[in-house]
């Protein structure tokens, strides 16, 4: 049965403009113009370009669907990703994975859907003065988006890979619940972080951008949104520069977009990197501060059975047997998942040099990989991020580790390795630049209790980024109300993860869809 391809249906009929093959400077007009095609941008373009606002959205990355995904890595991570995957924090010690193309960071992502944490929400109204967003506010905005991307727990069995949380967890008495995915039909083909060749992920790129052109929507692809022009409390047009193919480089053309409403959905650095840009009103310099990941470390082990953790369902299995039990601020805490691990990804994660690289890639087909998601923010000593923009306008973010965090990073270790001991493995390997694999719990636990932790030594990464433009009522301590409307700009709103005051403690789709539905919808009462 042929797949469907909805961008390639509907190109024919659509109002799109590529940055990149323009001959000449353009202007543009709409009632409300919305930077970034992710899960905040396109999930309010769909609600308003159906509440019969014209919405124009504005992409910096390619336009690519699903006869482009050939599950590729070496395509897929220069396409598809932020700086062609080598994002990463100032120091260049921990990798970011961010989208850059039309459908955002969704197209890539591994399909995991959660709900915001109680204990995140409740805290986020506790000390960070934010109102209307309990569980209880928030309930019929994540039933709408559930239906909306047919998001329920994965119903097949999972993966190998996944397997071993399920099975560790299980004998040693930990809990472990099975993850909500957003796909229909899905073909468990396993990579979904190089774009859907089936288009079964419901990401951005087959339901909310589709219905958004279908409405009227319009869609500038291949275009930074460089800078916003104020004056007198408003955004007055923001300023595109039009990318090359390959979003390298500006090529010279210029787009301006006027609109009645501006709404940044960038993400959690792009987002704040416009505002510094454009000089946005700060006065209480909060912009760009309290930047969070859920900071990754990771650790494999070798099993006598076949893993294959390049096949099926990435994300099936987690544990969040660590994350809540010290309390809301106590120890900092972290949930337990697997990434995929394809080859090239494989050669990164799990080191070595020479003879050493080659036998560990050899042993692929029977690695399995986990990762610990850090909950960054909660407590005071906690790592946190700035965005900041280098000499050429643009944005890196400085994240600066602490004790606290490191505390962190050693325990998930022990957690991953007694885990992965517990479901079989005859050999953990803690990925870190000084570790090699051990053979019995005892000889882990002593390795890892004597690994110097530090940059560059411990392996880490991130493919969640919240916060840079925390929503509040206070304008001391936040960006944006807590309907994300700037403080400062009254025609300016934020509908992403940059929002969050915190990390979440979940992988955070699910949250940005559901608050951005909301936010995007009492918008369009509101204009």
């Given at each position: 049965?042929?797949?469907?391809?909805?961008?390639?249906?509907?190109?024919?009929r659509?109002?799109?403009?590529?940055?990149?093959?323009?001959?000449r400077?353009?202007?543009?007009?709409?009632d409300i113009a919305?930077?970034?095609?992710?899960?905040g941008?396109?999930?309010?373009?769909?609600?308003?370009?159906a509440?019969?606002?014209?919405?124009?959205l504005?992409?910096e990355?390619?336009?690519?669907?699903?006869?482009?995904?050939?599950?590729?890595?070496?395509?897929a991570?220069?396409s598809?990703y932020q700086?062609?995957?080598?994002?990463?924090?100032k120091?260049?010690a921990?990798?970011i994975l961010?989208?850059r193309?039309?459908?955002?960071?969704?197209?890539?992502n591994w399909t995991s859907?959660f709900?915001t944490?109680?204990p995140?929400l409740?805290?986020w109204?506790?000390e960070?003065?934010?109102a209307?967003?309990?569980e209880?506010?928030?309930a019929p905005?994540?039933?709408?988006?559930e239906?909306?991307l047919?998001?329920?727990?994965w119903?097949?069995?999972?993966?190998?890979?996944?397997?071993v949380?399920r099975?560790g967890?299980?004998?040693l008495g930990?809990s472990?619940?099975?993850?909500?995915?957003?796909?229909?039909?899905?073909w468990n083909l396993g990579y979904?972080?190089?774009?859907?060749?089936?288009?079964?992920k419901?990401s951005?790129?087959v339901t909310?951008?589709?219905?958004t052109?279908e409405?009227?929507?319009?869609?500038l692809?291949?275009a930074?949104?460089?800078r916003?022009?104020?004056?007198n409390?408003?955004v007055?047009?923001?300023q595109?520069l039009?990318?090359?193919s390959?979003?390298?480089?500006?090529n010279?053309?210029?787009i301006?977009v006027r609109?009645?409403?501006?709404?940044?959905?960038?993400?959690g650095?792009?987002?704040p990197?416009i505002?510094?840009r454009?000089?946005?009103p700060d006065?209480?310099?909060r912009?760009?501060?309290?930047t969070f990941l859920?900071l990754v470390?990771?650790s494999?082990?070798?099993?006598?059975?076949?893993?294959n953790?390049?096949y099926?369902?990435?994300?099936?299995?987690y544990?969040d047997?660590?994350?809540?039990?010290d309390?809301?601020?106590?120890?900092m805490?972290y949930?337990l998942?697997?990434?995929?691990i394809h080859?090239?990804?494989?050669a990164?994660?799990?080191?070595?040099?020479?003879?050493e690289?080659?036998?560990r890639m050899?042993q692929l087909p029977?690695t399995?990989?986990m990762?610990?998601?850090?909950?960054?923010?909660?407590?005071p000593?906690s790592?946190e991020g700035?965005?900041q923009l280098r000499?050429?306008?643009?944005p890196?973010?400085?994240y600066r580790?602490?004790?606290?965090?490191?505390?962190?990073i050693?325990?998930?270790y022990?957690?991953?390795a007694?885990?992965?001991?517990?479901?079989?493995?005859?050999?953990?390997l803690?990925?870190?630049s000084d570790?090699d694999?051990?053979?019995?719990?005892?000889?882990a636990r002593?390795?890892?209790?004597?690994?110097?932790l530090?940059?560059?030594?411990?392996?880490?990464?991130?493919?969640?980024?919240?916060?840079?433009?925390?929503?509040?009522?206070?304008p001391?301590g936040?960006v944006?109300d807590?309907l994300?409307?700037h403080?400062?700009l009254?025609?300016l709103?934020i509908?992403?993860g940059?929002?969050?005051?915190t990390s979440i403690?979940?992988?955070?789709?699910?949250s940005?869809?559901?608050?951005?539905?909301?936010?995007?919808s009492?918008?369009a009462?509101?204009l």
């Amino acid at each position: 049965m042929p797949v469907i391809d909805p961008i390639a249906e509907g190109l024919a009929r659509w109002t799109t403009y590529d940055g990149s093959r323009l001959d000449r400077d353009i202007s543009l007009e709409a009632d409300i113009a919305i930077v970034g095609s992710g899960a905040g941008g396109a999930t309010s373009a769909e609600i308003l370009s159906a509440a019969g606002f014209k919405v124009l959205l504005i992409e910096e990355g390619p336009l690519r669907s699903s006869r482009d995904f050939d599950m590729q890595e070496s395509r897929a991570y220069a396409s598809l990703y932020q700086e062609g995957i080598g994002r990463t924090s100032k120091d260049g010690a921990i990798t970011i994975l961010q989208g850059r193309a039309v459908g955002g960071s969704p197209l890539v992502n591994w399909t995991s859907s959660f709900r915001t944490p109680v204990p995140t929400l409740e805290h986020w109204a506790r000390e960070h003065a934010v109102a209307g967003h309990d569980e209880a506010d928030l309930a019929p905005w994540f039933e709408r988006i559930e239906q909306r991307l047919g998001i329920e727990p994965w119903a097949m069995a999972p993966n190998a890979n996944n397997q071993v949380i399920r099975d560790g967890c299980a004998r040693l008495g930990y809990s472990w619940a099975v993850i909500p995915r957003n796909v229909r039909g899905c073909w468990n083909l396993g990579y979904c972080g190089m774009g859907c060749p089936t288009n079964a992920k419901q990401s951005m790129l087959v339901t909310s951008i589709p219905a958004t052109l279908e409405n009227g929507g319009e869609l500038l692809y291949l275009a930074r949104a460089e800078r916003l022009e104020i004056a007198n409390g408003r955004v007055t047009e923001l300023q595109c520069l039009g990318m090359d193919s390959r979003c390298v480089a500006p090529n010279g053309r210029k787009i301006r977009v006027r609109a009645r409403h501006y709404i940044l959905a960038g993400g959690g650095i792009n987002t704040p990197a416009i505002l510094l840009r454009s000089e946005a009103p700060d006065p209480h310099q909060r912009l760009g501060k309290r930047t969070f990941l859920h900071l990754v470390n990771f650790s494999a082990a070798q099993f006598d059975e076949v893993i294959n953790p390049f096949y099926g369902a990435p994300q099936s299995i987690y544990s969040d047997q660590f994350q809540w039990n010290d309390g809301i601020c106590g120890r900092m805490s972290y949930k337990l998942e697997v990434p995929p691990i394809h080859p090239a990804l494989a050669a990164t994660l799990l080191g070595g040099f020479g003879a050493e690289s080659a036998l560990r890639m050899e042993q692929l087909p029977h690695t399995n990989a986990m990762l610990a998601l850090m909950r960054d923010g909660f407590h005071p000593d906690s790592a946190e991020g700035r965005v900041q923009l280098r000499g050429d306008g643009t944005p890196v973010l400085d994240y600066r580790m602490t004790a606290y965090t490191w505390d962190g990073i050693r325990r998930a270790y022990h957690s991953m390795a007694e885990i992965q001991f517990a479901a079989g493995a005859r050999a953990v390997l803690p990925l870190h630049s000084d570790a090699d694999y051990v053979k019995t719990p005892a000889a882990a636990r002593r390795m890892i209790d004597t690994l110097s932790l530090e940059l560059y030594r411990a392996r880490l990464g991130s493919a969640h980024v919240m916060g840079g433009c925390a929503m509040g009522e206070d304008p001391r301590g936040a960006v944006v109300d807590s309907l994300g409307r700037h403080h400062q700009l009254k025609n300016l709103s934020i509908h992403d993860g940059s929002l969050f005051p915190t990390s979440i403690g979940a992988n955070p789709q699910l949250s940005i869809y559901a608050l951005a539905a909301k936010l995007a919808s009492l918008l369009a009462e509101r204009l």
